[in-house]
C-alpha cells in the first residue's frame, strides 16, 4: 500500500531554516507528481510546492516562493523540502502528498515544524 513517512521537522528560529524528507513506497515514485502541504494550527490544508516526475517542473505557493525548495530523489524515492528564511507563519503540520499534475490524494501522516520569533 503507499506509505509515505515524512521526518526533519522542528523548532527552529525565525530566518533559520529545515530540510524535510519524504520516503516513499508502495507506488512507482518516479512517475508520481509528488506534494508539499501543510496545515497550520486551527486552519484548512494548505498547498505549498509540487514537483513533477522527473523534477525538472517545480511550482510554490505565493507565500513561500523564493524561501522554499522542492526537490526529489527518484534513485531514492524521496521528496525534501529545503525551507530558508522561515517565519512565524509557517508553523504547521507538513504533509507529502502523492498526485497528479493538477491535484494531489493519499499523504503521509506529517511532520510538525514549530517557528519561533
Known amino acids: 500500500q503507499v506509505q509515505l513517512v515524512e521526518s526533519g521537522g522542528g523548532l527552529a528560529q525565525a530566518g533559520g531554516s529545515l530540510r524535510l524528507s519524504c520516503v516513499a513506497s508502495?507506488?512507482?515514485?518516479?512517475?508520481?507528481?509528488m506534494y508539499w502541504v501543510r496545515q497550520a494550527p486551527g486552519k484548512g490544508l494548505e498547498w505549498v510546492s509540487r514537483?513533477?516526475?522527473?523534477?525538472?517542473?517545480?511550482y510554490y505557493a505565493d507565500s513561500v516562493k523564493g524561501r522554499f525548495t522542492i526537490s526529489r530523489d527518484n534513485a531514492k524515492d524521496t521528496l525534501y523540502l529545503q525551507m530558508n528564511r522561515l517565519k512565524s507563519e509557517d508553523t504547521a503540520v507538513y504533509y507529502c502528498?502523492?498526485?497528479?499534475?493538477?491535484?494531489?490524494?493519499?499523504r503521509g501522516q506529517g511532520t510538525q515544524v514549530t517557528v519561533s520569533s
Open positions: 502528498a502523492k498526485g497528479t499534475a493538477t491535484a494531489f490524494d493519499s
Open positions: 508502495g507506488f512507482t515514485f518516479s512517475s508520481t507528481w
Open positions: 514537483i513533477s516526475t522527473g523534477g525538472r517542473l517545480t
